[in-house]
């Protein structure tokens, strides 16, 4: 049975991110991040969740995605591995921060978490 308790050290890694990279669409009030164990999954390291209008309607939430790190998988990576593995999650979230998810093919890909991993780097080096 997967078990999830809350992440506050990959929210403040996501904070920084968020604020070191100028995402400013994304309210990070508006996002929960947790740590699942338990989980049957043999590759993936994290996973963003949207919750939809009616969704949030419906529980009485204003949170709008849910970032998901799988314990196994995350907990063992080093600095630069969170780093991009969070960046990849946040890069998910559209600019309208309505519960929708940008895909892969056209935005959230492999040169473009590179990228924003590099420009993370280096503006916090310097």
């Known amino acids: 049975m ?3 308790q809350d992440a ?6 996501a904070r920084r991110i968020v604020l070191t990279l100028g995402f400013t669409h994304v309210d990070l009030e508006r996002v929960r991040f ?3 164990s338990g989980s049957r999954s043999r590759f ?4 963003i969740h949207a919750l939809s209008n009616l969704w949030r309607r419906v529980v009485g939430s204003r949170i709008t995605y849910v970032v998901e790190v ?11 591995d969170k780093e ?3 960046i990849h999650e946040v890069l998910h979230i559209p600019r309208a921060f309505g519960g929708g ?3 892969h093919r ?3 890909n492999r040169r473009t978490v590179e990228r924003f991993h590099r420009l993370y780097r280096q503006d916090r080096r310097g």
Request: proline share 3%; net charge negative; aromatic share 6%.
């Open 2 to 4: 997967i078990q999830y």
């Open 8 to 13: 506050p050290d990959v929210e403040e890694l």
């Open 34 to 36: 947790v740590r699942s």
């Open 44 to 47: 993936t390291l994290a996973r």
């Open 70 to 80: 799988i314990g196994e998988r995350y907990d063992g990576l080093g600095d630069a």
């Open 84 to 86: 991009k593995t969070i």
């Open 101 to 103: 998810l940008r895909s």
């Open 106 to 108: 056209s935005h959230v």
